[in-house]
């Protein structure tokens, strides 16, 4: 028997956790615009798409909660076979999750015994680091190259016997730059056949470069698996759904190890009625595209060397100034999210959010 001193300085968790950052999401507009005394504030820092649900979905949503007493189907057949149909693949290749960041973990947990290798660029998705250390697998972080992109020769290069599996985040999360296709057709090829390669397009959507591939051109190959979400350009974010396509064997052991009814209720149902609204995803995406290269040229003008970005949102490099250029934006009541030491992710919102943010950026850095 120990007493309550005792018992409080015996470890119960994993030590290595202490050494893993926290993911921070995006701090609440509501909660600064009253520090401000404003009556309210603007969020760029979460990577949201700023035009509110897709017409059906509220609606689609409504109905289904009225049977939240039930469970979902845990197989998610009907949104599995509307995606399927939707991108032109096998259903059994197809697999859901509670977003694609909970489908990469899965892909880990169905790849990775503790020791082995999960590649990935860095500074990339925040939360990568995180799902390799809760698998138990070992991180292996190369460095981004000069332009704040993935070094694909680099990655090639740091794969060894124990690489089970490699990450690549396109467009790359935070900094918006995408992989082209002639370097991901290299990297593929120099890739041993029995490491899978995740391709996350969390932000496909929102693409224009026509020499950035789509992932799935990619799917055919047997250790090729492509993420996507349906919280970006589909506006679900607060409903946590996406997926992956693979071959039926990844996807059938994704299935495997996913948490039961993780996809619920609200989710399939809220993602079948936005399915319906690829037309208005394209509307929306354009606003956002046009918004992006406004803020991007202006934000060129006040900090050297911000990458051109095929995502929803700019980078800055800032490096050590990051987080006082975000403390400053929050300052005129606009959230940014910096990360320490590297530079600020900034969403690109409606063209009033945008000018708003601007302004902020002037005064800081003018």
Not at 30 to 51: C, M, Q, T
Request: hydrophobic share 45%; glycine share 8%; aromatic share 6%.
């Amino acid at each position: 028997m120990t007493d309550g001193r005792d018992q409080a300085a015996v470890r119960l968790t994993r030590a290595d956790l202490d050494a893993l950052p926290n993911y921070v999401p995006g701090r609440s507009p509501a909660d600064l615009a009253r520090e401000l005394g404003l009556p309210e504030a603007i969020k760029l820092a979460s990577n949201e798409v700023p035009y509110g649900p897709l017409p059906g979905v509220v609606d689609a949503v409504a109905e289904a909660v009225a049977g939240v007493h039930r469970y979902p189907d845990m197989g998610v057949v009907a949104l599995r076979q509307a995606l399927a149909e939707r991108y032109g693949v096998h259903v059994d290749r197809v697999a859901t999750g509670c977003g694609s960041v909970a489908l990469a973990e899965h892909l880990v947990r169905a790849t990775c015994l503790p020791g082995d290798e999960l590649v990935y660029s860095w500074r990339s998705f925040e939360a990568y680091p995180i799902i390799a250390a809760t698998s138990g697998a070992t991180s292996v972080q190369v460095p981004n190259d000069a332009g704040h992109g993935h070094d694909l020769g680099a990655m090639a290069a740091a794969v060894t016997d124990r690489t089970r599996m490699i990450l690549v985040c396109n467009p790359n999360n935070p900094t918006g730059t995408a992989v082209r296709r002639a370097e991901l057709d290299r990297f593929l090829d120099a890739v041993p056949d029995d490491v899978l390669v995740v391709i996350d397009e969390a932000y496909r959507e929102f693409v224009t470069d026509p020499a950035v591939p789509d992932g799935l051109d990619y799917a055919d190959r047997p250790n090729v698996a492509v993420l996507r979400t349906l919280s970006k350009a589909w506006g679900l974010a607060g409903l946590r759904i996406g997926f992956l396509v693979a071959q039926p064997q990844v996807a059938a052991a994704v299935r495997k190890v996913v948490t039961p009814f993780s996809t619920s209720m609200a989710a399939q149902a809220g993602a079948l009625a936005a399915l319906a609204q690829a037309d208005e995803v394209r509307r929306r995406c354009a606003l956002v595209v046009a918004e992006r290269e406004r803020v991007g040229e202006a934000l060129a003008k006040l900090v050297p060397g911000v990458p051109a970005s095929q995502a929803n949102f700019v980078w800055l490099p800032l490096g050590d100034r990051a987080v006082e250029f975000g403390k400053a934006c929050e300052s005129r009541g606009v959230i940014v999210r910096p990360f320490p030491g590297d530079g600020v992710r900034v969403t690109i919102g409606t063209p009033t959010e945008n000018d708003a943010f601007l302004a902020a950026a002037e005064a800081a850095l003018g």
